[in-house]
C-alpha cells in the first residue's frame, strides 16, 4: 500500500534551522505534485510550499517565501523541506501529500482538499 511518511522534525530555537524528508513507498511518486502543510495547535491546516513534477517549478506561502524551500529526489522517492531562520510561529505539525492533479499553485489554491496521499506529519517545534 502506498505511503508518505515524514521525519526530521524537532526542537530547535527561534533562527535556527531543520530539514524534514518526505518518503514515500509502495508506488512511484515522480508523477505526483508534492507539497508541504502544516497545522498549528488551535488552527486551520494551511500550505507551505509545493513542487512539481519534474522540481523544475516550486510555490511558496508568503509566510515562507526566502525562508523556507522544497526538494525532491524522485530517484529516492523523497521531498524535502529546508526551514531556516525559524520562528515561534513556525511551530505545527508538518504534513507531506501527494497530488496526482494540480500544479504546485494549485496545490496551494485548493488548500490540500482532494489530496491523493498524506503523511501522518511530524511535530516542529520553535522555541523563543
Known amino acids: 500500500q502506498a505511503q508518505l511518511v515524514e521525519s526530521g522534525g524537532g526542537l530547535v530555537q527561534a533562527g535556527g534551522s531543520l530539514r524534514l524528508s518526505c518518503a514515500g513507498s509502495?508506488?512511484?511518486?515522480?508523477?505526483?505534485?508534492m507539497g508541504w502543510f502544516r497545522q498549528a495547535p488551535g488552527k486551520d491546516r494551511e500550505f507551505v510550499l509545493a513542487?512539481?513534477?519534474?522540481?523544475?517549478?516550486?510555490y511558496a506561502a508568503d509566510s515562507v517565501k526566502g525562508r523556507f524551500t522544497i526538494s525532491r529526489d524522485n530517484a529516492k522517492n523523497t521531498v524535502y523541506l529546508q526551514m531556516n531562520s525559524l520562528k515561534p510561529e513556525d511551530t505545527a505539525v508538518y504534513y507531506c501529500?501527494?497530488?496526482?492533479?494540480?500544479?504546485?499553485?494549485?496545490?496551494?489554491?485548493?488548500?490540500?482538499?482532494?489530496?491523493?496521499?498524506w503523511g501522518k506529519g511530524t511535530l516542529v517545534t520553535v522555541s523563543s
Open positions: 501529500a501527494a497530488d496526482s492533479i494540480s500544479t504546485a499553485q494549485g496545490m496551494s489554491v485548493r488548500a490540500g482538499r482532494g489530496m491523493d496521499y
Open positions: 509502495g508506488r512511484t511518486f515522480s508523477s505526483y505534485t
Open positions: 513542487i512539481s513534477r519534474s522540481g523544475s517549478s516550486t
